[in-house]
């Protein structure tokens, strides 16, 4: 993706993200009386229109309504020409209005605008991320699983000696492997021992933990293999890491509101995406 391309996605997910924040905080509205799509395209007269962000509502049967934005994070100015393309837009998908939101604008482009009743023009300041404070203090902890190790001693009513991690365990009447078992009580003992962990005042990097957990468990209430289980102790000794992730963009959209997002988090063959906006 061009560097060009990647300034025009950042201020359309900027206004993306504001606009399904105003949505959700209105009265009335929920995630299932709107939907917010970006680069939608339609086809009308085998004409293909590309819309940087399209907005549905549905309120009631009879009562839908869409609006259209279209987003330039240019240097220099828009002007008049981009005006008259996307009055056309709003008249080929039957948008009710449509949001031109760019850093600035010429003179002919105002006026241009001016005479579409359905535009309105919006200021959109791009802030510098490499100085924009890092909002509410966001940051992840993540838990290196190749580096934790459980240990467990589960005593039944034989001590029989070692079980098998298939073995068949009832717990509060639900069945499940051995193994599945260990695995959720690993991770309660994790997340209760970092419960004491000030994440939000620990700097970027590496932290090492050793959790331990006792349980005694009723008659009945724990049955591994068909045995009782009286008493078990874990500990665990794992890893985890405070990520810090640095703002990557910062916009306000004048009279809408401001969106900041975060480089993105690598996590388990997957990416954790996070952005803070408010209105």
Same mark, same amino acid.
């Given at each position: ?15 993306? $993200?504001?606009?399904?924040?105003i949505?959700?905080?209105? *009265? ?14 339609? %086809? %009308? ?6 819309i ?6 549905d309120? $009631? ?12 994070? #240019? ?14 837009? @709003?008249?080929v998908?039957?948008?009710?209005? =449509?949001?031109?939101?760019?850093k600035?604008f ?8 001016r005479?579409?009743?359905? @535009?309105?023009?919006?200021l ?8 924009? *404070? ?5 940051? $992840? ?8 190790? $459980? ?10 000696g070692?079980?098998?991690? +298939?073995? *068949? ?5 639900? %069945?499940?492997?051995?193994? +599945?078992?260990?695995?959720? #009580? ?14 939000g ?30 008493? =078990?102790?874990i ?9 810090? *992730? ?18 993105? @988090? ?9 952005s803070?906006?408010?209105?």
């Amino acid at each position: 993706m061009s560097d060009a391309s990647v300034k025009g996605k950042a201020l359309e997910d900027a206004v993306c $993200a504001i606009e399904r924040c105003i949505l959700e905080k209105s *009265p009335g509205y929920s995630d299932k009386t709107f939907r917010i799509f970006s680069k939608k395209v339609i %086809v %009308v007269d085998e004409v293909r229109h590309e819309i940087d962000v399209w907005v549905e509502i549905d309120i $009631a049967p009879g009562y839908a309504t869409r609006f259209i934005f279209e987003c330039k994070n #240019w240097k220099e100015k828009v002007g008049k020409n981009e005006i008259i393309v996307f009055s056309e837009k @709003i008249s080929v998908s039957r948008a009710q209005d =449509g949001i031109f939101v760019a850093k600035s604008f010429t003179s002919d482009a105002e006026a241009q605008a001016r005479k579409d009743p359905r @535009i309105t023009l919006l200021l959109a300041t791009a802030h510098d991320p490499k100085t924009s *404070p890092v909002p509410v203090g966001y940051h $992840a902890v993540l838990q290196d699983l190749a580096q934790t190790r $459980a240990s467990v001693s589960l005593h039944t009513t034989r001590n029989r000696g070692r079980l098998e991690n +298939d073995a *068949p365990v009832l717990a509060a009447g639900v %069945v499940m492997p051995l193994k +599945d078992y260990i695995t959720a #009580w690993t991770r309660e003992a994790c997340e209760e021992r970092l419960r004491s962990f000030g994440s939000g005042e620990a700097p970027a990097g590496h932290y090492d933990f050793e959790a331990k957990s006792t349980r005694t468990f009723k008659d009945g209430e724990l049955v591994i293999d068909g045995e009782p289980v009286i008493q =078990g102790e874990i500990v665990v000794n794992f890893r985890i890491e405070v990520v810090r *992730p640095a703002v990557v963009s910062h916009f306000v959209v004048e009279s809408r509101g401001r969106a900041y997002s975060y480089e993105s @988090i690598p996590f388990g063959g997957a990416f954790l995406d996070a952005s803070f906006v408010s209105t």
